[in-house]
């Protein structure tokens, strides 16, 4: 892991385009949104709340591990997303 500022555009361009996917299914499909896609939208939102929160936070022990952490629940989280994305009907 880089740094704090690199985690935190990792974090703001990845949720991004999960939203814009969003946006872009609506668009090609109903043009207006669904339960489903608002649902999405939320839980993006509150995943890049949650995830900038933890890496704000200034006690943690060992930044690097703390870091790659997030790093990984980014990771995690953003698949879950895709693959709702996906399923969207």
């Given at each position: 892991m880089?740094?704090?500022r690199?985690?935190?555009k990792d974090?703001?361009?990845?949720?991004g385009d999960i939203i814009?996917?969003?946006?872009v299914w609506e668009l090609a499909n109903a043009e207006k949104p669904?339960?489903?896609?608002?649902?999405i939208i939320?839980?993006?939102?509150a995943t890049f709340d949650e995830l900038i929160t933890k890496v704000n936070d200034r006690?943690?022990?060992n930044k690097k591990a703390h870091f790659k952490a997030i790093n990984t629940e980014l990771e995690?989280?953003?698949r879950a997303l895709i693959e709702k994305i996906n399923k969207l009907k």
């Open positions: 880089a740094n704090k690199d985690l935190k974090i703001n361009y990845v949720l814009e996917a969003v946006y669904t339960k489903e896609s608002d649902a939320d839980e993006a939102i006690s943690a022990e995690e989280k953003g």
